[in-house]
């Protein structure tokens, strides 16, 4: 197989779907640190008052920063 074939075989495949992502916040434990909010790459958290939010769970990439750098626990990330 030469390149040209290789290309044209890549180019007709149908496009992956996004695979989606669920954030669950327990505001029981947040504690208002925001540690989550600034570690995420693409801006799906933002805080509301004392306690994360999501704010655009769509951008979720599944990375899970937030979830490893929260220091309480407080947030999870999990394939739907």
Known sequence: MNEKETV??????PPREKKKWNIV?????CKGCSIC??????DV???KGDVVAVK?????TGCQLCDLRCPDFAIQVFPE
């Open 37 to 42: 909010v600034d570690f995420c790459p693409t």
């Open 25 to 29: 916040i327990y505001e029981e434990l």
């Open 8 to 13: 044209k075989e890549v180019a007709t495949k």
């Open 45 to 47: 958290l933002t805080m």
């Open 56 to 60: 655009a769970l769509e951008r979720c």
